[in-house]
Antibody, heavy 119, light 107 residues
Framework: EVQLVESGGGLVQPGGSLRLSCAAS????????MSWVRQAPGKGLEWVAN????????GYEDSVKGRFTISRDNAKKSLYLQMNSLGAEDTAVYYC????????????WGQGTLVTVSS | DMQMTQSPSSLSASVGDRVTITCRAS??????LNWYQQKPGKAPKLLIY???SLQSGVPSRFSGSGSGTDFTLTISSLQPEDFATYYC?????????FGQGTRLEIK
């Protein structure tokens, strides 16, 4: 069964940094685009970033551009999200999701990891 | 910027009811529209992709239709496990946008 497992969430102070990881298993990780999607407490879903199979293309939601960096290590079957200059508005559950590609859908999701930005 | 508007925002219905949720895009997105179901504390689950294609393993009581700017998700006969929040998502643009969600509650 396809599995995505996020880690790295936690409590961080405003202005701080955090690195999220997502470990993939039971599918050929290097064949897929991957994404991060977040959900603030009690709110809807918000796409954050995506990355092409070989890492050559990346896309970001406007509010995280210049602060967040998505990356991947296909040898380790892992996806990452480096988050800098965090603010209260970044408090959310962050989901790792497999994306079938441009103009397609998220077909598998991890269980999410909670990031709380607070002093 | 693309905007996706779902209606209604919440809905009360009974087991066995037929339910329709609407999603409207601010500009034409062809058929690049997907639907997800999310239960409290859980990750979203893909139900429908490309406006009307049923994801593998999803019950046939779920169906989708539409193209251009107007789309619908229909549940033909509500089951107890269908009470959840539903989201539409466009994949036409380079920046992916979700609808605000429709909360389906038990009447």
């Amino acid at each position: 069964e396809v599995q995505l497992v996020e880690s790295g969430g936690g409590l961080v102070q405003p202005g701080g940094s955090l690195r999220l990881s997502c470990a993939a298993s039971e599918f050929t990780f290097s064949n897929y685009w991957m994404s991060w999607v977040r959900q603030a407490p009690g709110k809807g879903l918000e796409w954050v970033a995506n990355i092409k199979q070989d890492g050559s293309e990346k896309g970001y939601e406007d509010s995280v551009k210049g602060r967040f960096t998505i990356s991947r290590d296909n040898a380790k079957k892992s996806l990452y999200l480096q988050m800098n200059s965090l603010g209260a508005e970044d408090t959310a559950v962050y989901y790792c999701a497999r994306w079938r590609g441009q103009q397609s859908e998220f077909d598998c999701w991890g269980q999410g990891t909670l990031v709380t930005v607070s002093s | 910027d693309m905007q996706m508007t779902q209606s209604p925002s919440s809905l009360s219905a009974s087991v066995g009811d037929r339910v329709t949720i609407t999603c409207r895009a601010s500009q034409s997105i062809s058929i690049y529209l997907n639907w997800y179901q999310q239960k409290p504390g859980k990750a979203p689950k893909l139900l429908i992709y490309a406006a009307s294609s049923l994801q593998s393993g999803v019950p046939s009581r779920f169906s989708g239709s539409g193209s251009g700017t107007d789309f619908t998700l229909t549940i033909s006969s509500l089951q107890p496990e269908d009470f959840a929040t539903y989201y539409c998502q466009e994949s036409y643009s380079s920046t992916i946008t979700f609808g605000q969600g429709t909360r389906l509650e038990i009447k």
